[in-house]
T-cell receptor, first 110, second 114 residues
Framework: GQQLNQSPQSMFIQEGEDVSMNCTSS?????WLWYKQDPGEGPVLLIA?????ELTSNGRLTAQFGITRKDSFLNISASIPSDVGIYFC??????????FGTGTSLTVIP | DSGVTQTPKHLITATGQRVTLRCSPR?????VYWYQQSLDQGLQFLIQ???????AKGNILERFSAQQFPDLHSELNLSSLELGDSALYFC?????????????FGPGTRLTVL
């Protein structure tokens, strides 16, 4: 099935640094979601975006719904060790299945 | 806690066997999704149900089937199991009405086929 292109695939950063990752698609979506998954656990919803151009924050996390509706990015400011995990983007067209990105693995070095 | 429950949490079985995974969606959610996640892999969409009806099909093998019951809980049946079916299986649920269609995941069932 269709998958979103998510980059980078992995990141190794120092604690305190900012992180940026993005997701692109050839299709238009009405909803963009960002999830974090810890090993062996289910993905946890971080941020949901519903309008093109929308910029939404959740603590140190900020995500934007691209103006073309074909992309989204997630920023994490001042990273801390508990930010470690795999981050997934997901896009949805109304009423239909969600399409997931391939994931960005984040490692934070104390 | 997302409000989505899955049972069992762990399942160990042998090749050729059949198992059933169960999912209860969040209260009020009408749509249920099933995903497979193999080691170090992304989430592979298997199938979606909405209010008891199949809505979308992804990379689901013919040996696998699912259904959603009138009380909206769902079951994923995996038969003739193979070693390669070992994976985490996640259920997610969503309201799927109006604008706000966030998808919430359960804790997963870890299936090990020996």
């Amino acid at each position: 099935g269709q998958q979103l292109n998510q980059s980078p695939q992995s990141m190794f950063i120092q604690e305190g640094e900012d992180v940026s990752m993005n997701c692109t698609s050839s299709s238009i979506f009405n909803t963009w979601l960002w999830y974090k998954q810890d090993p062996g656990e289910g993905p946890v919803l971080l941020i949901a975006l519903y309008k093109a151009g929308e910029l939404t924050s959740n603590g140190r996390l900020t995500a934007q719904f691209g103006i073309t509706r074909k992309d989204s990015f997630l920023n994490i400011s001042a990273s801390i060790p508990s930010d470690v995990g795999i981050y997934f983007c997901a896009g949805q067209r109304t009423g239909n299945q969600f399409y997931f990105g391939t994931g960005t693995s984040l490692t934070v070095i104390p | 806690d997302s409000g989505v429950t899955q049972t069992p949490k762990h399942l160990i079985t042998a090749t050729g066997q059949r198992v059933t995974l169960r999912c209860s969606p969040r209260s009020g959610d009408l749509s249920v999704y099933w995903y497979q996640q193999s080691l170090d892999q992304g989430l592979q969409f298997l199938i979606q149900y909405y209010n008891g009806e199949e809505r979308a099909k992804g990379n689901i093998l013919e040996r696998f089937s699912a259904q959603q019951f009138p009380d909206l809980h769902s079951e994923l049946n995996l038969s003739s199991l193979e070693l390669g079916d070992s994976a985490l299986y996640f259920c997610a649920s969503s309201v799927l009405s109006g604008t706000y269609n966030e998808q919430f995941f359960g804790p997963g069932t870890r299936l090990t086929v020996l």
